[in-house]
C-alpha cells in the first residue's frame, strides 16, 4: 500500500528500529494524562476501539491492560508497522491490525464505540477527509479522540536551549514539504466541526521532568529524526552539535526542567454540530484542508456580510453593543484594543484564510476599510 502524508518510518528517522522504541516511549511519556482522556470520553471495558495509525500497537496494548474485555482494532499503512502491531497483540483474541489508510476506511458505518488518531493527523494532506471516515464508522453518540502536536509550542527546556528552535524549524520545513501540517494541533477543534462532530472540547497534555524524570524524555525524544534532518539538508551539521552541547548544557544543571504539551481534542458523533459562528449561520464557511497554511476555502460572501462578521467578532471581544461601534472609523478611535485586534485577525484567518496583521486592523483601518480588503485577499477569489 502506498503511504500517504509526511510520515514514512522508513525516512523519518535515521534508524528504523530506534524509530519504533521512540514511537512506544511518546505514549509512555502522556499515558497518565491519556488513560484519563479516554475514560472521560466514555471508554469502558468491552467497548469496540479503533486506532487509526495504530503504529506498533503498543497504544491498544496499554488500554487492553486496563480494559482486558476490548475489542482492539488499528488500522496501520505501513507494512512494517503492521507486522509489529500484529506481533504486539501476541495472539490475543480481539485483537486485530489491518493494513488500512484513515482516509478510506474498509469498515462498515457505526461499526466502533471509540476511535483514535494519535499523531496521524499532522501528517495528512487532507486530515478533515480522515476525520470525516472516522466519523462514518462510529456509532450515533460514539466519540472520536484526536492528540497532536504543534511545533510552534513544542518541547521547551529550563535553562533555555536557543538551538531547539532551529531544530523545530527544520523539523516543520521538512514536514510541510512532504504535505503534512506540524502546526495542526491548534486546529484540531475547528478541524472536528468540519468533519461533522458535535459537543467538541480541547484539552492540552503537559509532560515535565519533574513528575516523569529527565529518561522518559530522552526515549520520547532520541537523535534519529535530528540525524535524519542532517541527512537530507534541513539542518546544518553545527546546528546539531549546538543542540547536543546546548541539551548536555541543560541536563547538568541542578532543578533542569523539561516540558512538552499535546492538543488533545474529542468530538461525538450523533450530537449537534455547532456552525463555526452560531450568531453569524450566513457567514459559516466550509473548511478543506490545506496541509500547508490551514486556510479554509469560503462560500460565496460579500462586503455586508464580512462587515457584520467584523462588528460581531469586534463586540464579542470588546463586550459592546454591535450597534454602537462606528463602520467608517479607524478602529483604534473606536476602543479596539490590541487584544481585540488579534482575535479578529485569528477568526478571519481560520474562518475565511485571509491573513491580516495587527498593522492591517490597528493602523487607521475603519470596518468597512478591512471588509474590502478580506474580500481582495480572499484566497478562493470568488467572495461577491
Same mark, same amino acid.
Given at each position: 500500500?502506498?503511504?500517504? +502524508?509526511? &510520515?514514512?518510518? %522508513?525516512? #523519518?528517522?535515521?534508524?528504523?528500529?530506534? =524509530?519504533?522504541?521512540?514511537?512506544?516511549?511518546?505514549?509512555?511519556?502522556?499515558?497518565?494524562?491519556?488513560?484519563?482522556? &479516554?475514560?472521560? /470520553? +466514555?471508554?469502558?471495558?468491552?467497548?469496540?476501539?479503533?486506532?487509526?495509525?495504530?503504529?506498533?500497537?503498543?497504544?491498544?496494548?496499554? $488500554?487492553?491492560?486496563?480494559?482486558?474485555?476490548?475489542?482492539?482494532?488499528?488500522? =496501520?499503512?505501513?507494512?512494517?508497522?503492521? /507486522?509489529?502491531?500484529?506481533?504486539?497483540?501476541?495472539?490475543?483474541?480481539?485483537?486485530?491490525?489491518?493494513?488500512? *489508510?484513515i482516509s478510506s476506511l474498509d469498515f462498515p458505518d457505526d461499526a466502533f464505540d471509540l476511535v483514535v488518531?494519535?499523531? @496521524?493527523? !499532522?501528517?495528512?494532506?487532507?486530515?478533515?477527509?480522515?476525520?470525516?471516515?472516522?466519523?462514518?464508522?462510529?456509532?450515533? +453518540?460514539?466519540?472520536?479522540?484526536?492528540?497532536?502536536?504543534?511545533?510552534?509550542?513544542? !518541547?521547551?527546556?529550563?535553562?533555555?536551549?536557543?538551538?531547539?528552535?532551529?531544530?523545530? !524549524?527544520?523539523?516543520?520545513?521538512?514536514?510541510?514539504?512532504?504535505?503534512?501540517?506540524?502546526?495542526?494541533?491548534? =486546529?484540531?477543534?475547528?478541524?472536528?466541526?468540519?468533519?461533522?462532530?458535535?459537543?467538541?472540547?480541547?484539552?492540552? $497534555? /503537559?509532560?515535565?521532568?519533574?513528575?516523569?524524570?529527565? /529518561?522518559?524524555?530522552?526515549?520520547?525524544?532520541?537523535?534519529?529524526?535530528?540525524?535524519?534532518?542532517?541527512?537530507?539538508?534541513?539542518?546544518?551539521?553545527? %546546528?546539531?552539535?549546538?543542540?547536543?552541547?546546548?541539551?548536555?548544557?541543560?541536563?547538568?544543571?541542578?532543578?533542569?526542567?523539561? #516540558?512538552?504539551?499535546?492538543?488533545?481534542?474529542?468530538? =461525538?458523533?450523533?450530537?449537534?454540530?455547532?456552525?463555526?459562528?452560531?450568531?453569524?449561520?450566513?457567514? @459559516?464557511?466550509? &473548511?478543506?484542508?490545506?496541509?500547508?497554511?490551514?486556510?479554509? !476555502?469560503?462560500?460565496?460572501? *460579500? @462586503?455586508?456580510?464580512?462587515r457584520r462578521f467584523i462588528l460581531e467578532t469586534l463586540a464579542n471581544e470588546l463586550k459592546a453593543d454591535?450597534?454602537?461601534?462606528? %463602520?467608517?472609523? *479607524?478602529?483604534?478611535?473606536?476602543?479596539?484594543?490590541?487584544?481585540?485586534?488579534?482575535?479578529?485577525?485569528?477568526?478571519?484567518?481560520?474562518? #475565511?484564510?485571509?491573513?491580516?496583521?495587527?498593522?492591517?486592523?490597528?493602523?487607521?483601518?475603519?470596518?468597512?476599510?478591512?471588509?474590502?480588503?478580506?474580500?481582495?485577499?480572499?484566497?478562493?477569489?470568488?467572495f461577491a
Amino acid at each position: 500500500m502506498a503511504l500517504e +502524508g509526511s &510520515y514514512d518510518l %522508513t525516512r #523519518f528517522a535515521l534508524d528504523a528500529e530506534a =524509530e519504533i522504541q521512540r514511537l512506544n516511549a511518546q505514549i509512555d511519556l502522556f499515558w497518565k494524562q491519556e488513560l484519563a482522556l &479516554y475514560r472521560q /470520553a +466514555g471508554l469502558q471495558d468491552g467497548m469496540r476501539v479503533l486506532d487509526c495509525g495504530c503504529g506498533t500497537g503498543y497504544l491498544l496494548h496499554k $488500554l487492553r491492560g486496563v480494559f482486558p474485555n476490548l475489542h482492539c482494532t488499528g488500522i =496501520e499503512v505501513d507494512e512494517r508497522l503492521v /507486522a509489529v502491531a500484529r506481533r504486539t497483540g501476541g495472539g490475543r483474541e480481539r485483537w486485530q491490525i489491518f493494513q488500512h *489508510s484513515i482516509s478510506s476506511l474498509d469498515f462498515p458505518d457505526d461499526a466502533f464505540d471509540l476511535v483514535v488518531a494519535r499523531l @496521524v493527523l !499532522e501528517h495528512l494532506p487532507d486530515p478533515v477527509a480522515a476525520l470525516k471516515e472516522m466519523r462514518r464508522v462510529l456509532r450515533d +453518540g460514539g466519540k472520536a479522540v484526536v492528540i497532536d502536536n504543534d511545533f510552534d509550542l513544542h !518541547e521547551r527546556t529550563w535553562p533555555d536551549s536557543p538551538a531547539l528552535g532551529d531544530l523545530y !524549524e527544520a523539523y516543520r520545513r521538512a514536514r510541510r514539504r512532504d504535505g503534512g501540517n506540524p502546526c495542526i494541533g491548534r =486546529e484540531l477543534p475547528g478541524l472536528l466541526k468540519a468533519a461533522g462532530f458535535g459537543s467538541v472540547d480541547l484539552s492540552l $497534555l /503537559a509532560a515535565h521532568s519533574h513528575v516523569l524524570g529527565d /529518561a522518559a524524555f530522552l526515549k520520547a525524544e532520541g537523535s534519529g529524526i535530528p540525524a535524519q534532518l542532517v541527512k537530507t539538508g534541513y539542518l546544518s551539521p553545527d %546546528t546539531l552539535d549546538r543542540i547536543g552541547g546546548q541539551w548536555r548544557s541543560m541536563l547538568s544543571r541542578r532543578h533542569h526542567a523539561i #516540558f512538552r504539551m499535546l492538543f488533545a481534542a474529542v468530538g =461525538e458523533k450523533g450530537a449537534v454540530a455547532p456552525a463555526l459562528d452560531s450568531d453569524l449561520e450566513s457567514n @459559516v464557511t466550509t &473548511y478543506t484542508a490545506s496541509s500547508s497554511s490551514g486556510s479554509v !476555502e469560503p462560500a460565496l460572501v *460579500s @462586503v455586508d456580510r464580512l462587515r457584520r462578521f467584523i462588528l460581531e467578532t469586534l463586540a464579542n471581544e470588546l463586550k459592546a453593543d454591535a450597534e454602537t461601534l462606528p %463602520t467608517g472609523e *479607524s478602529l483604534i478611535r473606536s476602543g479596539v484594543d490590541s487584544m481585540a485586534a488579534m482575535a479578529l485577525c485569528s477568526r478571519l484567518e481560520s474562518q #475565511f484564510g485571509v491573513t491580516l496583521s495587527l498593522a492591517d486592523v490597528l493602523c487607521d483601518s475603519s470596518i468597512d476599510d478591512l471588509a474590502r480588503k478580506v474580500l481582495s485577499l480572499a484566497p478562493a477569489g470568488d467572495f461577491a
